[in-house]
C-alpha cells in the first residue's frame, strides 16, 4: 500500500525532533544522574554518538530501498516470514511504549499537579487528542508539529535561561566518581530511551517527498543533532542546579523552574514547562500511534488505514491504566526493561537491515565476486 | 470497582459510537482484525476493572527481555 | 453562438399581440407602465414603450421622440416622413443613437429588460425592440464604510450599485489584466454576480477550482454575497471564516494584488474576498498606512486581543480553580477576598457573566439608534454593578469579562470575533473541568481543527502550519513597505514565480 500523502524534508526533521525529545526533555536526565551521577551529561553524549550511527542506518536503508517502511524492507531483505516475526514484535514494543508516554502524562499531573484527579481522565483525554490528530494524518501532524516543537523549545530554553542564577559549575565535578560502569550504565538507560528509538523511524520514511531526497540527510541529521543539544543542555543544567541530589528529583526540568525566582516577576514558571511537557508526550504519542498503525496495516495488509486507530487507542489507554502498579514499576520497566527492548530489537533490526541492504548490493555489482581493481 | 467499570464501560460506548458507521462499511478482513482488537480491549478493560494480578503485557515482555535486561543492569550497577 | 430562443417567445411584427403578451406577463403589476404612442402621416404608425415606473425616472422617458430624431436631420414634428420599416432598417443595422441601446428580439428579453430599468420600445410592424437604459434607481451616495472606520487613509465604501462598485475597482487598478466576469443568479432574484481578479496575479488552480465550485449557483436565489460564500465554501460547520469580507475598494484592490478573488453581487455593499487564510485575520487596511514601528506593535496587540478574547475567562477559571498556586500571592489574596460570599464556582460565575455579556451585545445591535447607546451603556453598569451587590459575580470576574469583550471588539474582522466568541465557551468548560491541563488538550484540538481546515485547497492555517519564516514579516511584524515591494507575497505578481501554487502549499 503506498503511502499517499508526502512531507517536505524539513517537516520530516521536525517530526524526527518531535520523535526524539518528545517527552524525554522533561523525564531526562533523572534517570541518567541515578545511574551515571555527575557524568550523566557524558553518558547522553555518548549515547547521542549512539543514536546518530542508528539514524545513519536508517538513512541507508531509506537510500537504497527509498519509499520502503521498515516492515517493507524486512520482506524484501529477510522474507516474509521473518518480516512477520519482527513486525510482531515491533507491534509489542510500540505497544508497550504508547501507552507508558501517555501513562507518564498521567502521573506528572497526578503527582504534581492535581492530585485528587484519578489518572484514568488524564490518559483518556491524552488519547482522544491523540487519536484524532492521527486520524487526521501524516500531513497535518505534520504541518502541527513545526509550530508545537518551536514553541516546546522555546519554552524549555526560556527556563533553562531564567534558571542562570540558579547554576553552579563546581556541580559538574568529580566527574566520573564511580569509575566507566556508572558511565556505561547511562549511556546503555539513554541509548534505549530517548535515542535509540529512532529505529522506529524508519516506518516514517516512506512518506517523505522523493523530490527533496537530498536535503532530507542533511536536515535529519541537524535535527537529531538539535535534539541532543537540547537533552545534553537540560543534563547539564539539572546537574549544576541539584547536584549530588539530581538523582533524586524526578522531573528535573520541571523542578529548575519552580525554583526560578527572579524579582516578583518570574515565578510560578513550572506552568510553563508543564505545556512543554504535554507538547512533547502528545506529539511522541501521535507518532508512535501514527507507526504502530501503520505497522499493524503493513502487517496484515489491510486496505482501509484508519480501521483500527480506534480499538488500538481503546487498547493502549487501557494498557496506561494497567501496566504499571506503581512508580518503581514504571521506573523498572522504563529505563531497566526498555532500553533493553530498544536495543534488542529495534536497533539491531535496522542494524541488520543495514548490514543486508549492503550485502546485496555488493553481491549485486560485483555477482562474480570478483573485487573492484581485478583486470 | 464500580468507578472503573462506569469509565470502562463509557469508553467502549464512546470507541463503537465514534467508529459504529465505518464498522458496517469495512472490509472483511478489518472486521476480524477489530473483532480481535476488541477481544483484547475487553481484556484489557477487565484487568482495569477488576485489577486483578492477571497476566499483562508487561509479563509478556519481562518473560522475553527481563533477564538479560536485569542481569546487564545489574553488571553496570555492580561497583567496578 | 446562442441558441434560437423558441418560436413561441420571438416577438412578432404585430404590436398589438406583443402589448398581450406583455401585459399578461406583466399582469397586476401596477408599477409597470404600458404607454402606446401614434407617429407618421396621420399619425397612422404605433408604438408602445413599456418601463417599471418604480425603477425608472420617469423624467427620462422621452425615449420615442429620441428615436425618431435619430432618423430626421431637423426638427421632428409629428415624424410623417418615417416608417416602421426605416426604424427596422435603421436600428436593426445598429444606427448612431444619442443614448445606447439594445435590440431585442424575444419577451423573455423585454421582460428582463423593463425589470432592470431600461424603457423597451416596440414598433407596429418591425419584430424586433429597442432597449433604453434610463436614468437609474437612486442609491446610496459612496461614504465611510460604518464597519471599517479607519484614522489614516481612505474613506470610500462599497455601495449597493454594481457598477459603482465596479468602477472604484476599475479606478484603484487601471490595467487591463483586471479582469471581471458576470453571471446572474436566482430565477427570481436575477441578480448579477461578478467574480473579479488579477490576470498574471492569481493563482490559476485556485481560479479554476473557484469557477467549479459556483457551478449550479445561477439556481440560487441569492440575495447577498454570503450567499456565494456559503455556496462556495469548504467547510459548513466550523464557526472560522474561510472568506473575508470588505467594505472598502483599498482593501479589496489590496486583495486583488495578492491574488485574491473578489465576488461583488447587485444589492448588496459587502465585497467578499476568497480565499481567506487565518493569518490574514490579524491585519488591516490601516497597517500599511502608519508607520512601520506602530503598525508592529498594534500587531501583537491584536494578537494578544485574539488571545485575550479565546482564552481569558478560560484562564481566570482554571488558574482559580484549579492552579491558585500560580497567582502571585498578592494577587492571590486580592482574588480571595473579591471571591469572598460568592456562592457560585468560577466556572458558574464566568458563564453567567459571559452569558449576559451576549446577551447585552446582541440587545445592542437590534435596539433602534436613539435608545441604543444609553440603554447599552446603562444596562452595563447595572448588570455590572448590581451583580457585584447581588454577590453573584466577583469584581474581579467583572474586569475580566470587560476585558475579554474589550478585546474581542478590537478584533478588525467582525466574523473571526464572531468564530472567537464560539470558541471561547468550549475552552470554558474544559478549563472547569480539568484547568490548565483541559485548556491544553482543548487547545490542541482546536488546532488540529484549524489545521484540516482549507479554503479553495488552500490550507488555512498557511504561514503558520506549515510554518513559514518568510511570511512572519507580515504577521508577527509588519516589515517596511521597501521589503514588501522588494519582494511582494504574491510571487506571482509581475510575472515573479510560477502561476501554479508550489511546494509551499504543502
Redesign the interface.
Known amino acids: 500500500m503506498k503511502p499517499r500523502e508526502t512531507v517536505t524534508s524539513s517537516q520530516m526533521a521536525f517530526l524526527a525532533i518531535a520523535f526524539s525529545i518528545g517527552s524525554s526533555i522533561v523525564y531526562i536526565p533523572s534517570p541518567l544522574e541515578q545511574a551515571a551521577g555527575n557524568a550523566a551529561w557524558l553518558s547522553l553524549a555518548a549515547s547521542f554518538g549512539f543514536g546518530l550511527l542508528v539514524l545513519s542506518c536508517v538513512l541507508y536503508l531509506n537510500r537504497t530501498h527509498p519509499g520502503q517502511s521498515m516492515v517493507e524492507c524486512c520482506r524484501s531483505l529477510l522474507g516474509p516470514a521473518p518480516a512477520a516475526v519482527a513486525a510482531v514484535f515491533l507491534i509489542a514494543m510500540l505497544f508497550f511504549a504508547l501507552p507508558a508516554i501517555v501513562a507518564g502524562i498521567g502521573d506528572f499531573q497526578t503527582s504534581i499537579v492535581m492530585k485528587e484527579t484519578p489518572d484514568y481522565v488524564f490518559n483518556s483525554f491524552s488519547f482522544l487528542a491523540v487519536v484524532l490528530t492521527v486520524r487526521a494524518g501524516i500531513l497535518v501532524m505534520a504541518r502541527m508539529f513545526l509550530l508545537l516543537v518551536v514553541v516546546m523549545l522555546l519554552f524549555s530554553f526560556t527556563v533553562i535561561l531564567l534558571a542562570l542564577p540558579l547554576y553552579r559549575p563546581e556541580y559538574l565535578l568529580p566527574l566520573l566518581p564511580g569509575g566507566m560502569k556508572p558511565l556505561l550504565h547511562g549511556t546503555f538507560i539513554a541509548s534505549g530511551f530517548p535515542f535509540g528509538e529512532i529505529a522506529l523511524f524508519t516506518m516514517l520514511m516512506p512518506y517523505a517527498a522523493n523530490s527533496e531526497s537530498a536535503k532530507l540527510n542533511r536536515r535529519l541529521y541537524a535535527a537529531y543533532s538539535a535534539t541532543g543539544v537540547t537533552l545534553l543542555l537540560s543534563a547539564v543544567c539539572s546537574t549544576m542546579t541539584f547536584g549530588p541530589a539530581a538523582g533524586e528529583v524526578q522531573f528535573a526540568l520541571f523542578r529548575i523552574s519552580y525554583e526560578i525566582q527572579i524579582g516578583e516577576l518570574f515565578q510560578r514558571m513550572e506552568a510553563i514547562i508543564g505545556i512543554a511537557l504535554i507538547l512533547g508526550s502528545y506529539m511522541k504519542a501521535c507518532l508512535f500511534l501514527f507507526i504502530l498503525n501503520r505497522t499493524a496495516v503493513e502487517l496484515l495488509r489491510l486496505r482501509d488505514d484508519k480501521a483500527l486507530l480506534f480499538p488500538l487507542s481503546f487498547v493502549c489507554l487501557l494498557l496506561s491504566l494497567t501496566m504499571f502498579r506503581n512508580p518503581a514499576d514504571f521506573n523498572h520497566q522504563v529505563y531497566v526493561i526498555w532500553p533493553f527492548i530498544v536495543l534488542s530489537t529495534g536497533c539491531t533490526l535496522v542494524f541488520l537491515l543495514s548490514a543486508l541492504a549492503w550485502l546485496s548490493r555488493r553481491t549485486r555489482s560485483f555477482p562474480n565476486g570478483r573485487s573492484e581493481n581485478a583486470p | 470497582m464500580q468507578e472503573n467499570f462506569i469509565v470502562a464501560s463509557a469508553l467502549l460506548v464512546a470507541v463503537l459510537a465514534a467508529d459504529g458507521r465505518r464498522l458496517k462499511r469495512l472490509p472483511r478482513k478489518e472486521k476480524w482484525c477489530y473483532a480481535v482488537l476488541g477481544l483484547a480491549g475487553l481484556y484489557m478493560a477487565l484487568l482495569f476493572v477488576s485489577q486483578a494480578p492477571w497476566p499483562n503485557l508487561p509479563d509478556l515482555l519481562h518473560a522475553v527481555y527481563g533477564g538479560p535486561a536485569e542481569r546487564l543492569t545489574q553488571y553496570l550497577k555492580a561497583s567496578g | 453562438m446562442t441558441p434560437q430562443a423558441p418560436e413561441a417567445d420571438r416577438l412578432s411584427a404585430d404590436m398589438h399581440a406583443n402589448r398581450r403578451r406583455i401585459e399578461h406577463v406583466f399582469s397586476e403589476c401596477f408599477d409597470i407602465q404600458i404607454q402606446p404612442w401614434h407617429y407618421g402621416p396621420d399619425l397612422g404608425h404605433a408604438a408602445v414603450s413599456v418601463y417599471c415606473r418604480s425603477i425608472v425616472n420617469e423624467k427620462d422617458v422621452h425615449t420615442v421622440k429620441q428615436t425618431l430624431q435619430s432618423l430626421v436631420p431637423h426638427e421632428l414634428g409629428q415624424a410623417e416622413s418615417i416608417s416602421p420599416e426605416q426604424i427596422g432598417r435603421y436600428f436593426g443595422q445598429r444606427g448612431v443613437s444619442p443614448q445606447p441601446y439594445r435590440l431585442i428580439s424575444t419577451i423573455g428579453e423585454a421582460q428582463n429588460d423593463v425589470l432592470e430599468g431600461y424603457v423597451v420600445l416596440i414598433f407596429d410592424g418591425w419584430d424586433q425592440a429597442i432597449s433604453y437604459l434610463v436614468g437609474k434607481f437612486p442609491k446610496r451616495q459612496v461614504t465611510e464604510p460604518v464597519n471599517e472606520p479607519v484614522v489614516h487613509g481612505p474613506r470610500e465604501g462599497t455601495i449597493e450599485d454594481l457598477d459603482t462598485n465596479l468602477g472604484m475597482l476599475r479606478q484603484r487598478l487601471k490595467t487591463p489584466r483586471l479582469k471581471m466576469e458576470s453571471l446572474t443568479v436566482g430565477d427570481n432574484v436575477s441578480s448579477k454576480v461578478v467574480y473579479v481578479y488579477l490576470a498574471h496575479a492569481v493563482d490559476l488552480d485556485m481560479l479554476a477550482e473557484f469557477r467549479r465550485r459556483l457551478a449550479g449557483i445561477e439556481r440560487c436565489d441569492a440575495v447577498s454575497t454570503s450567499y456565494v460564500e456559503q455556496w462556495i465554501e469548504d467547510h459548513t460547520w466550523t464557526p472560522f471564516p474561510q472568506h473575508r469580507y470588505t467594505e472598502r475598494t483599498d482593501t479589496a484592490a489590496a486583495a486583488l494584488l495578492d491574488g485574491k478573488i473578489l465576488v461583488l453581487m447587485e444589492n448588496s455593499p459587502t465585497v467578499l474576498i476568497c480565499p481567506a487564510l487565518f493569518v490574514e485575520f490579524f491585519g488591516t487596511s490601516e497597517d500599511y498606512y502608519v508607520r512601520t514601528s506602530f503598525a508592529t506593535l498594534v500587531r501583537w496587540l491584536r494578537i494578544l486581543a485574539y488571545f485575550m478574547a479565546a482564552s481569558l475567562p478560560s484562564l481566570y477559571i482554571a488558574i482559580s480553580t ?2 491558585p ?4 500571592t498578592v494577587l492571590l489574596l486580592a482574588v480571595l477576598d473579591s471571591r469572598e460570599g460568592i456562592p457560585f464556582p468560577a466556572f458558574f460565575e464566568a458563564m453567567i457573566m459571559e452569558i449576559s455579556f451576549e446577551l447585552l451585545r446582541e440587545a445592542g445591535i437590534r435596539l433602534p439608534r436613539p435608545v441604543g447607546p444609553a440603554v447599552s451603556i446603562v444596562g452595563a453598569l447595572v448588570i455590572g454593578q448590581a451583580a457585584i451587590s447581588a454577590k453573584i459575580a466577583s469584581p474581579i470576574m467583572v474586569i475580566v469579562v470587560a476585558l475579554t469583550g474589550i478585546a474581542s471588539f478590537s478584533i478588525p474582522h467582525y466574523d473571526m470575533g464572531i468564530a472567537l466568541r464560539i470558541v471561547r465557551f468550549p475552552l470554558m468548560v474544559s478549563a472547569g473541568i ?5 485548556m ?2 482543548a487547545y ?2 482546536l ?2 481543527h484549524l ?2 481546515l482549507h479554503t479553495l485547497g488552500r ?1 488555512y ?1 498557511s504561514g ?4 513559514k519564516l518568510r511570511d512572519m514579516r507580515d504577521i508577527l511584524i509588519r516589515a517596511p513597505l521597501r521589503t514588501l515591494m522588494r519582494s511582494p507575497r504574491n510571487r506571482r505578481l509581475n510575472g515573479g514565480g510560477p502561476a501554479r501554487e508550489g ?1 509551499g502549499s ?1
Open positions: 484549579f492552579h498556586e500560580l497567582f502571585p480539568l484547568g490548565l491541563f483541559g491544553m488538550i490542541l484540538l488546532f488540529l489545521t484540516c490550507p492555517l503558520l502550519a506549515p510554518l511546494a504543502r
